[in-house]
């Protein structure tokens, strides 16, 4: 979804010249993962997506003036005018990746911050900005780029339909929208791991096993137009904020664009090839290549429109296609989390994840041999609901709070898995004690939003609007230190 576009209409002709195409590039695709042709190394990948604020804590949308300032390529431009994204370049994590990865991302963050303080700027790192309100949701909120003007128009071809957003939590929401800026108030962490085709699906498989834990214990998004409602939010809202189906659609059982899955997978063809038969194309984009003609002499295909037309399918986890160096690799991007709240933080989740991905593949008798995928189904949308004080199913346990869980059993594991990457004692130890200390402590991102924001609005008497107005000035300030969530204090 990176790639530029400029077309804003399409015909009959681009849509079935479209399909055709895209059907090719499966047809190449399979033949690509029959004659074995991709590399095999594991690397690891970083990508960061933050909010523009004021010196009020009020969003700002000012993400070209910022990107201007900033002048570093690792920064790019992000769906709303108060977003922005970082990305990293890949490592491997037996070669001091995590740390080499929390090294370059506090520098840049803190450089970038300061360029940013030049044009009355401050960079946050939050699942949901707190102080966002229905003002913010307009066409004016669209970043410049016209690739999300055409995303923008083709969704709500799509719907034929204003969205809505109904959400119930601790409290309720309900709204319209008639452009998808309400998809701008979603930024998330994602982290990227390479791996060889044969271990694809276990790997997608031990992804989507472990979703709920990650969000259950990350979760950061627990206010939304100054309503409470789930502790990390942001899921519910980017299911809604990008669903082209209208209610009769819905009911017919088709399937959403932002979705979780319905089953395990054996292939990663699995998921493309549900991608080309089930959704229609937004950008039914062609170019010029003829992937057959590039493979049969040895070089390797784009796979354009079958990489552009699975940019616009929001999988929780997401495969991808890319090519590097000339040579084609696969890589799950895993989408769960939400930014923030800090970088030791975002470090301590990606720990989690390599190593318990790593262990779980491993296995000899896989978890997700042993549980439906409705259980962790279930469990992803509990653990975004409840947060850290979720529980969850798991095989051989049955319901167990998920910080039980995680001390018991999961830690363990993330620490075996991340020496199966060969990641540094020191190393993992440090990042996985703060998911240790964030399970007794019982306090994450959402967690401290919320106790904030009450003790605010008890002992202060001030209303809910300028209680998150102070509480996200308050979680700058220990952004900033890098201090992990946990030992915030809520007063």
Known sequence: MGKDVEQVEFSRA?????????RLCLDVFAQMLSESRFETGATAGLEIELNLVDDAGDPTMRNAAVLAAIAD???QTELGQFNIEINLPPRKLNTGGLATFEE?????????????NTVDAHILMIGILPTLRHKHMSWATLSANPRYKVLNEQIFAARGEDLEINISGVERLVTTADTIAPESACTSVQYHLQVAPEMFDRYWNASQAIASIQVALGANSPYL????????????LFEQATDTRPDELKAQGVRPRVWFGDRWITSIFDLFEENVRYYSALLPLCDEEDPAEMLARGDTPELGELRLHNGTIYRWNR???DIARGRPHLRVENRVLPAGPTVIDTLANGALYYGLVRALADQDRPVWTQMSFSAAKDNFHAASRDGIDAKVYWPGIGEVPVTELVLRKLLPLAHEGLAGWAVAPDERDRLLAVIEQRCISGRNGASWQVDTVRRLEETTGVNREQALREMTRRYATHMHSNEP???????
């Not at 137009?225 to 519910?236: C, D, P, V, Y």
């Not at 969530?485 to 007063?491: C, F, K, L, N, T």
């Open 225 to 236: 137009f100054g309503k409470q409602l789930w502790a990390e939010t942001r899921i519910a």
């Open 104 to 116: 370059e991302v506090r520098a840049s963050l803190n450089a970038a911050e300061e360029h940013a």
């Open 73 to 75: 390529p690792a920064f």
């Open 485 to 491: 969530v946990h030992s915030w204090p809520a007063v």
């Open 14 to 22: 681009d849509r079935q010249r479209f399909r055709q195409k895209v």
């Open 319 to 321: 495969p991808i296609y």
